[in-house]
């Protein structure tokens, strides 16, 4: 039920595989304001994204959830350290392909962030963070606490900031002229 150690180097190697890439396609390591946040609550602004926590961190941690029960569904008769790794190599895709200009023009045109520019390779990486946090998370809590939980966390941002995941995922795939209006505040 544990996770191996070779499991977790399989997991850094894969963080490090990715910020390679990130970096390589030109994203920058930190904000390009120069400094390093713990937490910035801004969405509509250029510290967005750039650093370790900002209001879509709990997308990143539900991701973890969801990521979780996918893998107890799909392969439960495998080690938790595979299906871990099978979570860190969907949120590392994710992260990659976040990060290109397709979907950064994607965003810019089906949603309200009309400045987003894409994430720094810390912001990633805590991102990367964020999703492990969840999955071990899920992993202890009993299903009615990680379900609360996240249910929470999409009340939380769609009263606070108009977006949480759900949202974040139907205006990317299908997106609604009335949900992007109600979302810029207009």
């Avoid at 392909?97 to 720094?120: C, K, P, V």
């Avoid at 990486?125 to 969840?134: I, K, N, S």
């Avoid at 992993?139 to 009263?159: D, H």
Wanted: hydrophobic fraction near 50%.
């Amino acid at each position: 039920m544990r996770i191996e150690r070779r499991h977790w180097l399989i997991a850094i190697g894969l963080a490090a595989a990715m910020a390679l890439i990130l970096l390589w396609m030109g994203r920058p390591p930190i904000c390009t304001c120069g400094t390093v946040k713990l937490w910035t609550g801004a969405v509509q602004s250029a510290d967005n994204s750039q650093h370790i926590a900002d209001w879509y961190t709990p997308s990143h941690i539900i991701h973890g959830f969801l990521f979780y029960a996918l893998g107890w569904l799909l392969l439960r008769r495998n080690p938790t350290g595979e299906r871990y790794l099978g979570a860190v190599a969907i949120e590392a895709g994710w992260e990659l392909l976040e990060n290109s200009q397709f979907i950064i023009d994607r965003y810019r045109e089906a949603t309200f962030a009309f400045g987003y520019n894409g994430d720094s390779v810390l912001n990633s990486l805590a991102d990367l963070g964020w999703m492990t946090f969840g999955f071990l998370l899920a992993r202890r809590l009993p299903v009615w606490a990680t379900i609360s939980l996240a249910l929470f966390f999409e009340l939380l941002t769609l009263w606070t900031i108009r977006d949480n995941l759900t949202l974040n995922v139907l205006m990317l795939l299908s997106p609604i002229d009335a949900i992007k209006v109600w979302q810029a505040g207009a």
